[in-house]
């Protein structure tokens, strides 16, 4: 049962098919973040115009869960006024870090809600987080002020 | 897939029934435990004298006249004879018990760099500008940054053999690489990450050649293969005392007694020394010198009740039970389609440790499936980055046997990979 909850269909959907890959000309903060226990890797760009979103853009490699992670953020996140994307970055984040014990918001995080079971297995939460937390460095190099620094 | 059940020297099944772990069950399925290059399970007899010594035995070693303390000592000093006998060293005195394999070699390392600022001390440790130290592609990560920090630290320039596309070292620029600026050869016996076992008697030949010292890391191979120190001409071998049923905690640092003597000390404190005043201090010897503090010694009692069920069931019989299993293995492995074995495919010079990929499937995902089935690898870059590099993949699913697997056991794995290909096909 468990395992279903973390291979959720969406998430092999996002895997298998992602949305809005690949690096975008013009960004405005770029940040690269590595999984040294497993070598996962992506790299995220952030392109503001004024004070909303222009465009999310990245690419990576690694299991199902980060890259379909990458691949949730970019629906998410990428065309979002600023403000609403923090919230929506931390509202992921808090999720991944609620040891399953969060109830997800399916308004404010859409298909962020298939990873809820992922919370509940420990060695694949940075997996889910690596995308999120390169993206809240590329948004602080884009000139985005954000919220306290929340460790992965 | 037809099981071929290949008799082995020993009754796998009743030996099976010594390891309480084996009998448990992981996600609603019997445990399936291929991840014994990582750490080897603890059989009961293991157990029982780590018990009965906390019970009966407990005192501290080496400084206490009371009973206790005269078994203890007793105790820990008779773990490193087995040890000696075990790797067949020619006395006790030249095992060091420290916490790991890593942290023998970084004993070793540090000693180096103690020599090299200490006027007067042994020129074969002592390290600087020009002088090369010389390890491999292959090694695991405690094999390589350690000599990376010390080349830092020295101003030695560090070096590395090739792995071949076949996972085998590459020796062909053997004399170019070692040569008469090396100090130190440090190369791994057994590959964590290919399974390659390596024949270091070229390496080692040159190396003496030129005056420079040898170590071997003998991590997966002293758990796995007979060991022979003297035969394998080496100056130093690490090892540890997990991957060979014992457990975590204790590891050694094997060293020619000449070389131990001329060694300067890395850790200060108690037990180390022969005088204290308030302005200096002079040293016990080997082995002593270089266990400072209160050793490991249970862990030590417990490694050596380990030797002692190794040595029952033979060191060679243990090779030759693995070496069925693992020809076993990359048989039906092979047969998994887009199945890549990173390493030898064949039995011969390589132990019962297979690193694969299954084509665009991560590494993270294979063992997740495979852990939901019971069955546990380990999955990931196994502290061998550059061979992962070298191969051009992030990450190797890899599953590793021990005396205790079963053909039955590679089944259940090939089978989890059936349904791997499933779910993420």
Same mark, same amino acid.
């Not at chain 1, 299991?63 to 998410?76: E, F, G, K, N, R």
């Given at each position: 049962?468990?395992?279903?909850?973390?291979?959720?269909?969406?998430?092999?959907?996002?895997?298998?098919?992602?949305?809005?890959?690949?690096?975008?000309?013009?960004?405005?903060?770029?940040a690269?973040?590595?999984?040294?226990?497993?070598?996962?890797?992506?790299?995220?760009?952030?392109?503001?115009?004024?004070?909303?979103?222009?465009?999310?853009?990245?690419?990576?490699?690694g299991?199902?869960?980060?890259?379909?992670?990458?691949?949730?953020?970019?629906?998410?996140l990428?065309?979002?006024?600023?403000?609403?994307?923090?919230?929506?970055?931390?509202?992921?984040?808090?999720?991944?870090?609620?040891?399953?014990?969060?109830?997800?918001d399916?308004?404010l995080?859409?298909?962020?809600?298939?990873?809820?079971?992922?919370?509940?297995?420990?060695?694949?939460?940075?997996?889910?987080?690596?995308?999120?937390?390169?993206?809240?460095?590329?948004?602080?190099?884009?000139? /985005?002020?954000?919220?306290?620094?929340?460790?992965? | 897939?037809?099981?071929?059940?290949?008799p082995?020297?020993?009754d796998v099944?009743?030996?099976?029934?010594?390891?309480?772990?084996?009998?448990?069950?992981?996600?609603?399925?019997?445990?399936?435990?291929?991840?014994?290059?990582?750490?080897?399970?603890?059989?009961?007899?293991?157990?029982?004298?780590?018990?009965?010594?906390?019970?009966?035995?407990?005192?501290?070693?080496?400084?206490s006249?009371?009973?206790?303390?005269?078994?203890?000592?007793?105790?820990?000093e008779?773990?490193?004879?087995?040890?000696?006998?075990?790797?067949?060293?020619?006395?006790?005195?030249?095992?060091v018990?420290?916490k790991?394999? !890593?942290?023998?070699?970084?004993?070793?390392?540090?000693?180096?760099?103690?020599?090299?600022?200490?006027?007067?001390?042994?020129?074969?440790?002592?390290?600087?500008?020009?002088?090369?130290?010389?390890?491999?592609?292959?090694?695991?990560?405690?094999?390589?940054v350690?000599?990376?920090?010390?080349?830092?630290? !020295?101003?030695? !320039?560090?070096?590395?053999?090739?792995?071949?596309?076949?996972?085998?070292?590459?020796?062909?620029?053997?004399?170019?690489?070692?040569?008469?600026?090396?100090?130190?050869?440090?190369?791994?016996?057994?590959?964590?990450?290919?399974?390659t076992?390596?024949?270091?008697?070229?390496?080692?030949?040159?190396?003496?050649q030129?005056?420079?010292?040898?170590?071997?890391?003998?991590?997966?191979?002293?758990?796995?293969?007979?060991?022979?120190?003297?035969?394998?001409?080496?100056?130093?071998?690490?090892?540890?005392?997990?991957?060979?049923?014992?457990?975590?905690?204790?590891?050694?640092?094997?060293?020619?007694?000449?070389?131990?003597?001329?060694?300067?000390?890395?850790?200060?404190?108690?037990?180390?020394?022969?005088?204290?005043?308030?302005?200096?201090?002079?040293?016990?010897?080997?082995?002593?010198?270089?266990?400072?503090?209160?050793?490991?010694?249970?862990?030590?009692?417990g490694?050596?009740?380990?030797?002692?069920?190794?040595?029952?069931?033979?060191?060679?019989? /243990?090779q030759?039970?693995?070496?069925?299993?693992?020809a076993?293995?990359?048989?039906?492995?092979?047969?998994?389609?887009?199945?890549?074995?990173?390493?030898?495919? !064949?039995?011969?010079?390589?132990?019962?440790?297979?690193?694969f990929?299954?084509?665009?499937?991560?590494?993270?995902?294979?063992?997740?499936?495979?852990?939901?089935?019971g069955?546990?690898?380990?999955?990931?870059?196994?502290?061998?980055?550059?061979?992962?590099?070298?191969?051009?993949?992030?990450?190797?699913?890899?599953?590793?046997?021990?005396?205790?697997t079963?053909?039955?056991?590679?089944?259940?794995?090939?089978?989890?990979?059936?349904?791997?290909?499933?779910?993420?096909?």
């Open positions: 049962m468990q395992f279903d909850q973390l291979y959720q269909e969406i998430i092999l959907e996002h895997y298998k098919r992602p949305h809005g890959r690949g690096l975008r000309e013009p960004f405005g903060g770029e690269h973040h590595v999984n040294p226990t497993c070598g996962d890797e992506v790299t995220i760009r952030v392109a503001v115009d004024g004070d909303k979103l222009a465009d999310v853009s990245y690419e990576g490699m299991c199902s869960i980060s890259q379909a992670s990458a691949s949730v953020l970019h629906d998410l990428a065309t979002l006024p600023v403000d609403q994307a923090l919230k929506v970055h931390d509202a992921f984040v808090e999720l991944m870090q609620g040891r399953g014990q969060v109830e997800p399916e308004e995080l859409g298909d962020g809600v298939a990873f809820s079971g992922v919370a509940r297995y420990p060695a694949r939460v940075k997996c889910a987080l690596l995308p999120w937390m390169a993206f809240k460095d590329a948004a602080v190099r884009a000139g /985005v002020t954000v919220g306290p620094e929340v460790k992965a | 897939m037809t099981s071929l059940a290949i082995s020297t020993f099944a009743a030996l099976r029934a010594d390891f309480p772990i084996l009998g448990r069950e992981v996600n609603g399925h019997p445990l399936v435990y291929l991840d014994s290059a990582n750490t080897s399970q603890k059989p009961r007899q293991v157990l029982d004298v780590m018990r009965a010594h906390h019970e009966r035995h407990n005192g501290n070693v080496s400084r006249v009371h009973t206790l303390g005269t078994e203890a000592t007793l105790a820990y008779g773990a490193r004879e087995k040890v000696a006998a075990f790797i067949n060293a020619p006395a006790a005195s030249e095992v018990f420290g790991n394999s !890593t942290e023998a070699i970084n004993l070793l390392a540090y000693a180096f760099s103690n020599a090299s600022v200490t006027p007067g001390s042994d020129p074969r440790f002592r390290l600087g500008p020009g002088d090369e130290v010389v390890i491999s592609e292959m090694e695991h990560h405690s094999n390589i350690p000599w990376q920090l010390l080349c830092e630290r !020295t101003g030695a !320039t560090l070096r590395w053999f090739p792995v071949t596309d076949e996972g085998r070292l590459d020796e062909s620029a053997l004399d170019d690489l070692v040569n008469e600026r090396t100090k130190l050869v440090s190369i791994v016996h057994m590959s964590n990450i290919l399974g076992i390596n024949d270091p008697a070229r390496i080692v030949a040159r190396a003496h030129v005056g420079a010292l040898v170590m071997l890391d003998c991590s997966q191979s002293v758990p796995h293969l007979p060991v022979d120190v003297q035969a394998l001409g080496a100056d130093f071998i690490a090892f540890t005392g997990h991957k060979m049923l014992g457990p975590t905690g204790v590891g050694v640092l094997w060293g020619r007694a000449e070389l131990l003597e001329a060694m300067p000390p890395v850790f200060g404190g108690g037990s180390m020394i022969e005088t204290v005043t308030m302005e200096k201090s002079t040293f016990a010897p080997a082995p002593a010198r270089f266990e400072a503090g209160t050793p490991p010694i249970v862990e030590a009692i490694l050596g009740a380990a030797i002692d069920y190794l040595t029952d069931i033979g060191m060679a019989a /243990v030759a039970h693995e070496q069925e299993i693992t076993y293995a990359l048989e039906v492995l092979s047969s998994v389609p887009t199945l890549r074995i990173f390493g030898p495919t !064949t039995p011969e010079g390589r132990g019962g440790t297979i690193s990929a299954l084509e665009g499937i991560h590494p993270h995902d294979v063992g997740q499936v495979l852990d939901d089935e069955v546990e690898v380990r999955v990931g870059h196994h502290c061998a980055r550059p061979v992962c590099v070298r191969y051009g993949v992030p990450a190797t699913t890899r599953a590793s046997f021990y005396v205790y079963t053909t039955e056991e590679v089944d259940a794995l090939v089978r989890g990979l059936e349904r791997v290909r499933k779910v993420f096909g």
